[in-house]
């Protein structure tokens, strides 16, 4: 745990601390793009402890992982094609991407109430990073008003995960 | 005696249908939610009355007040529930505690 921890919380920190601040901040291609990349790797981190995990507290918690980020995604998708906009690959989605890759291959080294607290313990570190993230830049560099609100509930949403997290941390102790 | 009835009898319903409070029909009452809240709720709510839970949200929600009711909102849904009893209901959505309101239903 101590090892693998700080692991995750750099990944995740790096990855989105070079998101461009607001002034000259990414595109709405790219912030489309790096929406989707952290909602999928969130959906894919659930997925992966619904496989491993027999703790009924964390399937449920990654079972509402899949189902809320999934509908955000959905409804992503369809907005970029409403608006014609082609999201746009760029290196905070890559470095997520790396990131999210290197922890799945440290969780699946984990069995038991290892994984389940290494899984509830990112889930806290990542939707806390994401939602600084939303809050400082993504949302603030948005120029369509309707990517604009699906970010805005997004961040209402992942917010709430945040909370459901840490309760649920609490509870691994 | 006989002649009296009919008099009785029509003075006994002139007073029953005067005097009795004519019950009101039930309302419904429609509350949106939409981007993670509850919208607006209704005031003048009475057992007997149905709320429509209209879920706009893309999102699975429900309206659960601990020991009363715990109704599933699934995304795009409408869900009609009647109110049966009086009471001020606190509610929350199970899955997003956040949200969260509270519904006043009188007699």
């Known amino acids: ?173 | 005696m006989r002649r009296r009835m009919p008099v009785f009898a029509a003075a006994a319903w002139a007073l029953l249908l005067t005097s009795a409070p004519a019950a009101a029909a039930p309302r419904s009452f429609t509350i949106v939610i939409d981007k993670m809240k509850f919208g607006a709720l209704p005031a003048g709510v009475h057992a007997g009355d149905t709320i429509v839970w209209d879920n706009r949200d893309m999102f699975r929600h429900s309206a659960t007040a601990k020991g009363a009711f715990d109704i599933d909102l699934p995304a795009g849904k409408v869900v009609k529930v009647r109110m049966k009893r009086d009471d001020t209901f606190a509610f929350v959505c199970k899955y997003h505690p956040g949200m969260k309101g509270v519904l006043k239903v009188s007699k």
């Not at chain 1, 929406?35 to 027999?54: C, E, F, M, P």
């Not at chain 1, 009924?56 to 079972?63: P, T």
């Not at chain 1, 038991?112 to 990542?126: M, Q, R, T, W």
């Open chain 1, 1 to 173: 745990m101590k090892f693998i921890l700080p692991a995750i919380v750099a990944a995740g920190a790096l990855a989105l601390g070079g998101v461009a601040t607001a002034a000259d901040g990414p595109t709405d291609p790219q912030i489309a793009h790096i929406a989707y990349t952290a909602g999928n790797i969130d959906v894919a981190a659930a997925k992966q402890a619904l496989a491993k995990s027999h703790n009924a507290a964390v399937r449920e918690f990654a079972s509402e992982m899949v189902r809320d980020h999934e509908a955000v995604n959905d409804k992503a998708l369809a907005l970029v094609k409403e608006l014609k906009v082609t999201p746009e690959d760029n290196s905070t989605s890559q470095a997520l991407t790396k990131g999210a890759a290197e922890t799945h291959d440290k969780l699946a080294k984990l069995d038991g109430s290892a994984f389940d607290k290494a899984y509830v313990a990112n889930e806290v570190d990542f939707h806390s990073t994401v939602n600084s993230a939303l809050q400082s830049t993504l949302i603030p560099s948005a120029h369509n008003d309707k990517l604009k609100s699906l970010l805005e509930t997004g961040l209402t949403l992942f917010r709430e995960h945040q909370m459901h997290a840490e309760h649920l941390q609490a509870t691994l102790k």
